[in-house]
């Protein structure tokens, strides 16, 4: 087997050595993509489009949405298409409490005269063939932002529980020499010792371990370790 074949079928099975790069997203790709689902007949594509705006917000992605509207004619259908979806898309955003790419607010707020009767419909109408479930919108954004204060709840667990490894490791070695230390961790991550190992835990390490659990000790060590 070869060596990248092997590298691809480690990370199949749970031990990924590599991270393949994703590629860049610009604000040239983000424009395209959105310009893309205005002239779109895929309503399930096109329900992604204020995701998209969430993300950029998120990545601080600039858009140029004026210029990107200005491509098209003011009466063409595909300007009015994008129209209606930055509009409804901002006030998704606002419901959602989400972050809104830079521009967006005043943009949708420049369009609220024009489309404010979107907010009640049902259904975004962008042309004969494609009609978007307002309902479907909201729940699709919502789901994003589930996703989003779940990732970002787990990145702060993990970022504790580093701190709190961080932190026990710091004081551990203050008090126990390497090989002490060491005792206590594989004790404390339920790892067998030696009869060897066993005995000088029992007759030095435990004996640290039990001192350390004193009411009192404790009680003079807060005090003093405050003056």
């Known amino acids: 087997m070869k060596r990248q074949d092997l590298i691809a079928a480690l990370g199949n099975l749970g031990y990924p050595l590599v991270v393949p790069d994703r590629p860049r997203i610009t604000r040239q790709k983000v424009a395209e993509v959105l310009s893309t689902l205005g002239n779109s007949v895929d309503s399930r594509l096109i329900e992604g489009f204020p995701v998209i705006l969430a993300n950029c917000a998120r990545r601080g992605l600039k858009l140029d ?7 098209y004619s003011l009466k063409s259908q595909k300007r009015r298409n994008l129209e209606k979806l930055f509009f409804i898309s901002s006030q998704l955003l606002k419901e959602e409490q989400l972050e809104q790419p830079e521009g967006l607010g ?12 979107l907010l009640s419909d049902e259904t975004v109408r962008l042309n004969n063939r494609v009609f978007l479930s307002t309902k479907r919108l909201r729940n699709t954004l919502r789901r994003y ?3 989003l204060k779940n990732f970002e709840s787990a990145r702060e667990r993990e970022k504790l529980r580093q701190q709190q490894s961080f932190d026990l490791h710091k004081h551990l070695n203050v008090l126990f020499s390497p090989k002490q230390k060491e005792l206590v961790l594989k004790k404390l ?3 067998s010792l030696t009869k060897t190992e066993q005995e000088y835990f029992s ?8 001192a350390l659990t004193n009411t009192e000790l404790r009680r003079i060590a807060t005090r003093l370790a405050k003056r």
């Open 65 to 71: 949405i004026h210029a990107l509207l200005s491509r």
């Open 106 to 117: 005043s943009m949708a707020e420049s369009l609220k005269e024009k489309y404010l009767h």
């Open 145 to 147: 932002a589930s996703s």
């Open 189 to 191: 991550q339920g790892e």
């Open 203 to 210: 007759r030095v390490v435990k004996k640290k371990l039990q």
